[in-house]
């Protein structure tokens, strides 16, 4: 295969895609919204176009300038990450330049985005009704998207995972959370759970590492000075990926406890790294933690859903979490699921 052109957000989904797939080609450009330092592409070349579609004018500018980034590049495939603007405007321009469009969701772009208003669950049904294909990391994502489009679509399951296996990492008392500080993904639950899971006077010695970035933070400190465990949290903030796999090596317990989510990459991430995940109870969730037996899956908030996290077998729940992420979660597996779907496209075209 010749050319790839990938358009998404610049986040360390983007990121973690990219590598997965970019040796599949033997050229790749990206399509994205602003820079991010954290990031590098090599020397992949990378444009800049706004995705935002609350200026009809920029929006339609932004389509014109697609338009232009393609028929230079003339790629073989366009993959949009994300089920919206961006996405829109890559199917667009797909059709307008008869060039297949692989479209991949994310989880709350089809399970929360529809709900936000009439145009919303337009723009998505437009999405899913003109793509050319879609992958998607859960099972419940993609019937959700059979729904809006109102039919069956080709929908191959695969993630963004490249994950090592840890094997025998030295464990401390370490809960690790590493999920964006805002309001979806409710860091305040966490550091409430551990505020109840340090009343017992044999976790003192515990310690939160609270990773990550958002508008959410100064309110966190408060909380957990205003519960008396600010001593005991660490807020991280944006870590590399060396040192975010430190975390999950010393780490017992990870927390993961968001309103909505498709198959977390950090969840995923965790597995492979033994530790004991606790999770929010979302079916993607389910898809990989059956509660109590490799892992805590949360109904519950009032509940001390950390210190049940220590009362399951943590070898047996480490040996059935590496088993699956060694199945489904590695680099191998999930390169060849995406280069399918490349390969099937490109054959029919």
Not at 93 to 114: E, F, M, Q, R
Not at 294 to 308: A, P, Q, R, S, T
């Amino acid at each position: 295969m010749k050319k790839l052109l990938i358009i998404s957000t610049n986040t360390i989904h983007l990121y973690n895609f990219y590598r997965l797939v970019k040796d599949g080609f033997e050229s790749v450009e990206i399509v994205t919204n602003k820079p991010n330092s954290n990031l590098d592409y090599d020397d992949t070349p990378v444009h800049y176009i706004n995705f935002s579609a609350r200026n009809p004018v920029r929006f339609f500018n932004s389509y014109h300038s697609l338009i232009r980034i393609i028929n230079r590049f003339q790629p073989d495939i366009i993959h949009s990450q994300q089920i919206t603007t961006n996405s829109y405007l890559a199917v667009k321009a797909g059709l307008k330049t008869n060039i297949p469009v692989v479209v991949t969701a994310w989880g709350s772009d089809v399970l929360l985005t529809p709900a936000l208003g009439t145009l919303y669950r337009k723009m998505v049904r437009f999405i899913l009704r003109h793509g050319s294909a879609f992958t998607a990391d859960a099972s419940f994502v993609a019937e959700k998207m059979n729904e809006l489009a109102g039919k069956k679509l080709s929908t191959i399951l695969a993630n963004f995972a490249s994950v090592d296996i840890s094997e025998n990492p030295a464990k401390e008392n370490v809960i690790y959370s590493n999920r964006l500080l805002k309001k979806l993904y409710r860091i305040d639950a966490v550091i409430r759970a551990f505020a109840l899971f340090l009343k017992n006077e044999n976790r003192k010695d515990w310690k939160l590492i609270i990773a990550g970035t958002g508008e959410e933070l100064p309110a966190l400190k408060e909380l957990g000075k205003s519960l008396n465990v600010a001593d005991s949290i660490e807020f991280a903030g944006w870590l590399n990926p060396i040192e975010n796999k430190n975390n999950y090596d010393r780490a017992r317990i990870f927390v993961s406890v968001p309103e909505s989510d498709g198959t977390s990459i950090s969840l995923l991430e965790a597995m492979g790294a033994g530790c004991i995940p606790v999770v929010s109870d979302l079916p993607a969730n389910r898809e990989w933690i059956k509660h109590a037996e490799n892992g805590i899956v949360v109904k519950e908030f009032c509940d001390n859903f950390l210190e049940e996290a220590l009362a399951i077998d943590a070898a047996k729940a480490v040996s059935i979490n590496q088993e699956l992420i060694k199945n489904k979660a590695t680099f191998k597996a999930n390169q060849e699921a995406f280069l399918s779907v490349y390969k099937k496209l490109i054959f029919t075209k």
